[in-house]
């Protein structure tokens, strides 16, 4: 057999690093490329800052980096609905929950847009005690809150637009009220269904979270978990249910959850919450 010689070696190697040097280029080319094309139905487009009044342009603000901690150099943006919409209250209570993970995984800068105004958005995050920069309570400046109540951004950006988008006769309530039964929108059904039968693989602790802070407030249901002083859960009691009781998510719990959720907050908060004319005429429902 021929030896493995010095020279036959070093070519081997730098024909090796050649190649490397070649896929990583192709690589970085390939994240750049795909990065300049995520962004560029943003491009341009802008929301309002709650906070400033002023507008920000969402590409910028996706490709900016949030500060100089390399380990917090990601940046997330949330296209939420109406503030008395339960998806996006539901959004808002998993970001007040895992906003400290992903600033652990490295997200240093988040967005959240609500299709509302100014004073829509802050009564919903006061509701929902989710720390962002204009929070009454707890103020989280890595977390900003924007509006854009008719909701043109996130059309540009291509979010789906429900049942029947371009019919201007068709009230938006009807409009709404089909998509409850999944009319432009498969997705609503299986995900109500799910609150009620819950799920034995996948663990959200935020529901938990969203119900203390719940009873916290006094909405009803009040009574399936018990607190202490400091509001910090003791038991919850879909933990005791039988067989079921260990599961990740136990049956009826995010369906009470969302009970609270219609109850006290989109009913009762609902002249506060609900789109204007001019947003209802835009169809943000």
């Not at 800068?109 to 009564?123: L, Q, T, W, Y």
């Not at 924007?146 to 201007?168: E, I, Y």
């Not at 059904?189 to 529901?207: K, R």
């Amino acid at each position: 057999s021929t030896p493995f010689t010095p020279s036959l070696q070093r070519k081997t190697h730098n024909t090796d690093m050649k190649h490397s040097l070649s896929l990583t280029t192709l690589l970085q080319l390939s994240s750049s490329l795909l990065f300049a094309t995520a962004f560029t139905p943003l491009s341009g487009v802008t929301v309002q800052s709650v906070k400033s009044s002023q507008d920000v342009d969402l590409s910028i603000f996706l490709t900016t980096p949030s500060s100089s901690n390399a380990e917090q150099n990601k940046t997330m943006l949330i296209f939420g609905t109406y503030a008395a919409d339960f998806n996006a209250i539901e959004y808002a209570q998993r970001l007040r929950y895992y906003t400290p993970e992903l600033q652990k995984k490295g997200v240093g800068k988040i967005g959240i847009i609500f299709n509302c105004e100014d004073e829509s958005a802050k009564k919903l995050v006061d509701l929902v005690d989710m720390p962002c920069d204009v929070s009454s309570s707890e103020a989280n400046d890595s977390v900003m809150l924007m509006v854009d109540p008719l909701g043109k951004a996130g059309r540009l950006f291509g979010v789906g637009s429900g049942w029947r988008p371009d019919d201007g006769e068709m009230s938006p309530y009807v409009k709404l009220f089909g998509m409850l039964f999944g009319l432009g929108a498969w997705a609503t059904l299986p995900a109500v269904i799910g609150g009620y039968i819950g799920n034995p693989f996948t663990p959200q602790p935020w529901i938990e979270d969203a119900m203390a802070v719940g009873i916290t407030k006094g909405r009803w249901p009040d009574n399936a978990l018990v607190l202490d002083e400091e509001g910090e859960v003791i038991t919850n009691k879909f933990t005791e249910l039988p067989v079921v009781g260990t599961w990740e998510r136990r049956p009826l719990e995010l369906a009470t959850l969302r009970l609270q959720n219609m109850l006290d907050i989109s009913i009762k908060n609902w002249k506060e919450l609900a789109p204007n004319d001019a947003a209802l005429e835009a169809g943000v429902l």
